[in-house]
Nanobody, 121 residues
């Protein structure tokens, strides 16, 4: 009933930029917290950045000053602008959101399918 679809991943050289997008669709009443996670091969999934419905943000230390998370509540979308990319940023990036359904009024946590980001040195 609710889907998150990411786009914008790809291959970029170190120092380059990418912009990830994630759009939610389906039976949505309201989207609360949204965020971006990443998972590199052999590592645990980790929070990259989060944003509340009113725009409060938080970042993991390693991306502060390089990545910017934003959202458009009218479009049910969240974005991640990634600048000054480093090889260690290589991972599958996942969109995450807490969404209250308009069909059953329950709030659940949803994940996108992931998008690959590869940074070459």
């Amino acid at each position: 009933q609710v889907r998150l679809v990411e786009s914008g991943g790809g291959l970029v050289q170190a120092g380059g930029s990418l912009r990830l997008s994630c759009a939610a669709s389906g039976s949505i009443f309201v989207i609360n917290d949204m965020g971006w996670y990443r998972q590199a091969p052999g590592k645990q999934r980790e929070l990259v950045a989060g944003i509340s419905r009113i725009g409060n943000t938080n970042y993991r230390d390693s991306v502060k000053g390089r990545f910017t998370i934003s959202r458009d509540n009218a479009k049910n979308a969240v974005y991640l602008q990634m600048n000054s990319l480093k090889p260690e940023d290589t991972a599958v990036y996942y969109c995450n959101a807490d969404i209250r359904s308009s069909s059953n009024w329950r709030t659940a946590n949803y994940w996108g399918q992931g998008t690959q980001v590869t940074v070459s040195s």
